[in-house]
């Protein structure tokens, strides 16, 4: 059996070594690749699945929303989020698409914070791509009641607010630093904060006390926004724990095994950083 991941780069990717790991601890012959894919050449690639004997792939920067057109189906969730992050080759050939981060998501708020909810106040998002997307979604069939979405390009956070409904508000990316002002969580699923991109440029001032802070980065793990944070006594969440679980279901859709997310595996991962 044979998965992949496919992005652009790619070679920061640690899903090879937690997939491996799982098919490892469970005996099973396949191997997952990373495919460095350019996004010129993305639809081919799409279609090279099946050819090269492929029972799927995962999808990462930037082909989440760009893939959309070339498949043959998708499912509620991903039509609902409106991008995709695990694609399955059906026997017939066509390829299939879902999205595993929303469960990703909110699976690594509950391992890291055990009596978190998504109804104990607003939620500020920054970003408006396809994690963001995913993000806003998770939070919304959470229980979430004031989403505050932020995006440096305006229109874009509008068009996604719009979409998504009255839970979600849009806001000048000029406010970012006064939304946070009462808010229960904050999520950064922006690039900014990434290895070799520039900070993020955000006031945490008005952040409550108890305020949740999470950043879906995980290289580096801890981002100059979770050690500013941390640095004021909030509580903290990296990128790697969604990665981690929303790695989970796709696995199980291709090996046919619902793996777990153990100390050993954590540990294995961490050893990379």
Not at 64 to 84: F, Q
Not at 137 to 157: E, F, P, Q, T, V
Request: charged residues 15%.
């Amino acid at each position: 059996m044979l998965a992949g991941v496919m992005g652009w780069p790619i070679s920061h990717s640690r899903s090879p070594l937690i997939h491996s790991h799982w098919i490892a601890e469970h005996g099973l012959r396949g191997a997952y690749v990373p495919l460095a894919v350019n996004p010129v050449h993305l639809p081919q690639a799409l279609a090279g699945l099946k050819v090269l004997g492929f029972a799927g792939c995962n999808l990462t920067l930037p082909h989440k929303i760009e893939a959309l057109p070339w498949l043959d189906e998708t499912d509620t969730v991903a039509k609902r989020i409106g991008a995709v992050n695990t694609l399955t080759v059906r026997a017939d050939g066509s390829l299939h698409g879902t999205n595993t981060d929303a469960f990703g998501f909110i699976q690594s708020l509950h391992e890291a914070h055990t009596t978190w909810r998504a109804d104990t106040g607003p939620a500020v998002v920054l970003g408006a791509g396809g994690a963001a997307r995913a993000v806003v979604w998770a939070l919304a069939d959470a229980g979430a009641k004031d989403i505050r979405l932020l995006n440096r390009s305006a229109d874009k956070a509008q068009a996604m607010a719009d979409e998504f409904g009255p839970c979600v508000k849009a806001l000048e990316w000029s406010e970012r630093h006064a939304a946070l002002d009462g808010a229960a969580l904050l999520v950064n699923t922006t690039t900014q904060g990434m290895q070799g991109q520039p900070t993020l440029d955000l006031q945490i001032d008005a952040l409550p006390a108890q305020a949740l802070v999470s950043d879906i980065v995980y290289t580096p793990l801890q981002t100059d926004l979770l050690v500013r944070a941390a640095a004021r006594g909030h509580p903290t969440v990296n990128g790697l724990g969604m990665l981690l679980h929303q790695a989970r279901p796709a696995f199980a859709s291709w090996f046919g095994v619902m793996p777990e997310v153990t100390p050993a595996l954590w540990a294995k991962v961490l050893a990379t950083f």
